[in-house]
């Protein structure tokens, strides 16, 4: 696993309460199906505004296109006034949760963390030591 795949998958632990080692397992193996939005911990604003930032950002750029192409005057957008906090926390709310200060993870991309046998698992990575 990449460094960023296995902060994925310990946030995803972490949120959702697994410490058994098949949980782990299985959500190692099925990383990739989890959906999320990367949030800038170190930016201003509450969670939920980078939230709004980031779904404008990186997965409704319509929005943000339509948002920027209204001008307000000489210099200003509809961007420029877009309420990013009440868009973000009605993602929240309606999408998925706060897995940590960095990572927003979406309902729809729940995985099985029993989907997996210790054997299946065993025979996928061919390693001897499980």
């Known amino acids: 696993m990449s460094k960023h795949e ?3 998958a310990v946030t995803y632990c972490n949120a959702n309460g697994l410490k058994d080692t098949l949980s782990l397992l299985n ?6 199906d989890l ?5 800038d911990a170190n930016a201003w604003g509450s969670r939920e505004e980078k939230l709004g930032y980031a779904i404008l950002d990186e997965i409704n750029t319509d929005l943000k296109d339509t948002l ?3 001008k307000l005057g000489s210099s200003l957008t509809a961007y420029d006034y ?7 926390r009605d ?3 309606a999408e998925g949760y706060f897995a940590s200060e960095e990572i927003f993870l979406v309902y729809t991309s729940d ?3 029993k989907l997996y046998t210790v054997e299946e698992i065993k025979d ?3 390693d001897p030591r499980l």
Do not use: M, P, R
């Open 27 to 32: 959500v190692c193996e099925q990383v990739n």
């Open 124 to 126: 996928t990575l061919n």
């Open 91 to 93: 993602i929240a709310i």
């Open 68 to 70: 920027e192409q209204y």
């Open 82 to 88: 877009f309420d990013f906090e009440k868009y973000g």
């Open 111 to 113: 995985i099985d963390h």
């Open 35 to 39: 959906s999320y939005v990367e949030l």
């Open 6 to 8: 296995k902060t994925i």
